[in-house]
Structure formats: C-alpha cells, structure tokens
C-alpha cells in the first residue's frame, strides 16, 4: 500500500509538472510566432500571423490543473509553508494529539472541497458549460482535474494523518528542518 502512494503522489506531481511544461510550451510558441513576424515585417515581407487562440485562458486552466495536482506531492515531501509555533514547543504526547487532531481537520475540510467540486464538475458536464474564449473548452475538463488534484490531497492528509497517529512521524516543512 505504501508503495501504491507513493506511487500516486509522484504521478501527481508529475501531471502538475507536464501541465507546467504545457504552459512554456505555449508561451514559448506564442512569442516565437510574433518575434518571426516582427522580423518578416523589418525585411519587408508578409507576416504569417500565427496565433494561439485563447492561449490565456487555457494557460490558466492549465495553472490552476497543475497547482490542484502538485498539492499531495508538495504535502508529503514537506513543501508547503508549515507555522510551527505552538507545535513544536509542544512535548511528545501533547504534539501527538495535535498533529493528530490538525490532521483529520485537514482531511475533512479537504474531503468537503473535492465532494464540492466534483459535484460542480457534474454539473458543468451535465450542462455542457465550455469557457468563453476563442475555443470553446468544456469546463469539466480542468474542474475534473482540479478534483483529482484535490482528491489525491485528501489522500495524502489521511495518509498523514494516520502515519502521525500509529507512528508518531511528523511532515516538516522545508524552512522547519
């Protein structure tokens, strides 16, 4: 099981990180197609105008897909910002409830998150909803992925949850270690 997770989370942060790359691939083809009419333009020639059509709106929905997915990745490798204040001044069995306790209400508030999405997914694709731009793209397309990057975080916080109740084993944030 444990290898299954981690297996998961790794995915995960792998479709976030192509998502990324789909972004630059974009951008880099958008501005390199403007850049090759400038320099059609200074030579006197025709410009080919080449274009992506809606490129801001699906290098959003990509952004918002790539940091819904990365979110268990960055959880159980100790990325995200972590306020240790109060919990690491706590002794061994106080630090264990809590950590236990922000845990599952991580977990829950999380598991609320993903039914709630999903359920807009649905009806987004029960509706066909698609986004206003130039290309009309069905909006469950980057509302499913947002809910299987919100689905593998609540994974992972159940994942760490349970590991900090049976095993005592504590995520650290990157900048706490």
Do not use: K
């Not at 020639?45 to 801001?56: D, K, Y």
């Not at 061994?92 to 999903?118: C, I, N, P, Q």
């Amino acid at each position: 099981m444990r290898r299954f997770l981690d297996a998961l989370y790794r995915v995960a942060g792998w479709a976030a990180a192509i998502a990324i790359f789909m972004i630059f691939a974009l951008v880099a083809i958008q501005v390199s197609a403007r850049l090759l009419d400038v320099g059609l333009r200074l030579v006197g020639l025709q410009p080919l105008g080449i274009r992506v059509p809606s490129i801001a709106e699906i290098c959003g929905f990509l952004l918002g897909a790539a940091s819904f997915l990365a979110l268990a990745h960055t959880l159980v490798t100790g990325g995200h910002i972590r306020v240790g204040v109060l919990v690491n001044r706590l002794g061994g069995g106080a630090r264990h409830v809590v950590e236990t306790l922000l845990g599952m209400a991580g977990a829950a508030l999380s598991l609320y998150a993903t039914v709630a999405l999903a359920r807009l997914t649905i009806r987004s694709w029960n509706f066909n909803d698609v986004s206003y731009g130039i290309v009309p793209v069905p909006l469950a397309l980057p509302q499913g992925l947002m809910t299987v990057g919100l689905a593998v975080l609540t994974i992972a916080l159940v994942d760490v949850t349970v590991q900090a109740w049976t095993r005592r084993v504590y995520i650290q944030s990157r900048t706490e270690a």
